[in-house]
């Protein structure tokens, strides 16, 4: 019997079009107009991670994505003052909370939530109660995923990062940890959702996990977007998240 397979939402990450156009100190490429065509591509929802050094994404990139996109705007942040206080301001769909580093290329590892209660339990009630969906950034570890449900988080973010970085054996125990923690998180009453350096190679096993109800994907598809346009390289990558979708429905 062929059931409704359950969607998988898909969140376009458009920092890397600010980061050309920060190369250049000018205004383009514009982020916003990336944004305007993942929404024409089949994206659900818009992530940008205003980070503390601003290498990327702007204050202004944030207030035109909120008054100019019709998308969810999914905004990720590090737990700090500064951070937190913006995102009250513009009150987006989603707050990501993600660890940075201020040397790092990109964001390395998930949050510690256990090490971190008392700094990000206060950030993430007033977010819940200014009306944010709070996810929290985390690798597929399961104690993590019980902190994250005991500090009032409703979603998390799985990180990807490694499932992607490694091969053979170790890619595959790595699928394993993503898909025991999917279940886990859907058993404690979380909302599960993954992403980071995910490919047209390696989005499909992710996308067959059942428990993921959305993917973030930024990197990739920036850069794919500069050989067939941005708006081909979301509809692939909708493609590859549908066909492995569409497994699970044929397994049910
Ligand atoms: N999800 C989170 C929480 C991230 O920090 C990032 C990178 O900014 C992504 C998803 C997207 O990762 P990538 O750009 O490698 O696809």
Known sequence: MITEAPPLRLGINIDHVATIRNARGIHTPDPVRAAHLAAKSGAD??????????????????????????????????????????????????????????????????L??????????????????????????IDPDLAQLDAARSIGAPVVELHTGRYCEVTGEEQDAELVRLALAAAHAEKIGLECHAGHGLAYDTVEAVAEIPNLVELNIGHF?????????????????????????????LQN
């Open 45 to 110: 929802s818009i992530t940008a991670h205003l980070r503390e050094d601003r290498r990327h994404i702007a204050d202004e990139d944030i207030q035109r994505l909120t008054n100019e996109i019709d998308l969810p705007l999914n905004l990720e942040i590090a737990a700090t003052d500064e951070m937190l206080a913006i995102a009250l301001r513009h009150k987006p769909h989603a707050v990501c909370i993600v660890p940075e580093k201020r040397e790092e290329l990109t964001t390395e590892g998930g």
């Open 112 to 137: 510690d939530v256990i090490g971190g209660h008392n700094n990000l339990k206060p950030i993430i009630d007033q977010l819940n109660a200014n009306g944010s969906r709070v996810s929290l950034f």
């Open 221 to 249: 598809l920036i850069g794919e977007a500069i050989f067939v346009g941005l708006e081909n390289a979301v509809r692939r990558m909708r493609d590859h998240m549908d066909r492995a979708r569409a497994r699970i429905a």
